[in-house]
């Protein structure tokens, strides 16, 4: 699925009425044009749509050399980590302004070279983790 179609100006995004779907509002990809698209997203869909977005926008970016080095940087207001029901990976999980959470499964092995990566950078720790902690 390779072919060009004509390039639309994301022009924004919300909530529908009942809160069931995300609008994705386009408009036109230059002057001259007169169109206007919005397209309804199931809110059960949206994650794995945004998820896929990114990850295909990051391989674009690579393969294309354009904005080399930049990276999607998210302000966090809250944090909470802990283990999983299986002990062998971690539950990080970050809300961004706004109320959206994203939650990561690092495998155990993982999180501790992150906490020493963290602990080298920030000067060292002065208590051990607790088995879940919050901020």
């Not at 509002?25 to 949206?46: D, H, L, N, W």
């Not at 994203?102 to 020493?116: E, G, N, S, W, Y």
């Amino acid at each position: 699925m390779k072919e060009s179609i004509e390039r639309a100006t994301f022009a924004g995004a919300m909530r529908s009425e009942n809160n069931r779907s995300i609008l994705l509002k386009f408009g036109p990809p230059a002057p001259g044009y007169s169109f206007t698209q919005i397209i309804s997203i199931p809110v059960e869909q949206a994650f794995g749509l945004a998820s896929v977005a990114l990850s295909e926008a990051a391989k674009a970016q690579k393969d294309s050399g354009l904005g080399q080095g930049q990276k999607l940087a998210l302000t966090v207001d809250w944090w909470e980590f802990g283990s999983t029901p299986d002990q062998q990976t971690v539950a990080l999980t970050f809300r961004m302004q706004g109320g959206s959470e994203l939650t990561f499964q690092v495998h155990r092995d993982a999180a501790l070279h992150m906490r020493d990566v963290l602990s080298a950078m920030l000067g060292g720790a002065e208590n051990p983790p607790p088995e879940k902690s919050r901020h």
